[in-house]
């Protein structure tokens, strides 16, 4: 079965400071992996998807993730966050054989001005 | 256009009415998906509709009713519901899912509806 676990259910960061919001896979298939941002009272953008065509993923509004086999890990990263980054991020894991995405249980990110 | 639109952007019932919620999307996807998420929670798969045919129920119960009359628009029919119900029901859309074959594609979200149950 697909899993994804989230460290950290709430990370804070000062304004300008790096960005960075763990995420590690369990998959017994390649899998595919996603970023999802919500902002209060809205759905789920997506943010970037690896599908692994390149282990470097670089996604909307500054971010990227590295997929990192040996690690099971799909870190999202932003050298420099802003204000309007605050939001509530959502690791996601599918594979070619499934008709569902498996999300992780969130991670809050504040923004420190 | 990668968007999916839902309507009503909120809603409040009582445990005795029948309302229903409403989702279009014009990307061409053959894949709609209802979930429900609660405050400080990830999303909750409902039902997957995958070329218009009912192909995942995650077990919801009856007083939820999902219909597909066309390839653009999906339904949720409510009747009975609790007020454990009350949450953010979204729905989404991807590019064509039949079970058991290939290609992860991301799938699109709605800006959700917000249901109050009193």
């Known amino acids: 079965a697909q899993s994804v676990t989230q460290l950290g259910s709430h990370v804070s960061v000062s304004e300008g400071a790096l960005v960075l919001l763990r995420c590690n896979y369990s998959?017994?298939?390649?899998?595919?992996l996603f970023w999802y941002v919500q902002y209060p009272n809205q759905g789920l953008q997506l943010l970037l998807k690896?599908?692994?065509?390149?282990?470097l993923v670089k996604g909307i509004n500054g971010f990227e993730a590295e997929f990192k086999k040996s690690e099971t890990s799909f870190h999202l990263t932003k050298p420099s966050a802003h204000m309007s980054d605050a939001a509530e991020y959502f690791c996601a894991v599918s594979d070619s054989s499934a008709s569902k995405i498996i999300f992780g249980s969130g991670t809050r990110l504040s923004i420190r001005p | 256009d990668t968007e999916v639109t839902q309507t009503p952007k909120h809603l409040v019932m009582g445990m005795t009415n029948k309302k229903s919620l409403k989702c279009e999307q014009h990307?061409?996807?053959?894949?709609m998906y209802w979930y429900k998420q609660k405050a400080k929670k990830p999303p909750e798969l409902m039902f997957v509709y995958s070329y218009e045919k009912l192909s995942i129920n995650e077990s919801v119960p009856s007083r939820f009713s999902p219909e597909c009359p066309n390839s653009s628009l999906l339904n949720l029919h409510l009747h009975a519901l609790q007020p454990e119900d009350s949450a953010l029901y979204l729905c989404?859309?991807?590019?064509?899912?039949?079970?058991?074959?290939?290609?992860?594609?991301?799938?699109?979200f709605g800006p959700g509806t917000r249901l109050t149950v009193t």
């Open positions: 690896y599908t692994s065509a390149a282990t």
């Open positions: 998959s017994s298939v390649p899998p595919y």
């Open positions: 989404a859309s991807s590019q064509d899912r039949a079970l058991g074959q290939g290609s992860s594609y991301e799938q699109y």
């Open positions: 990307m061409g996807h053959r894949a």
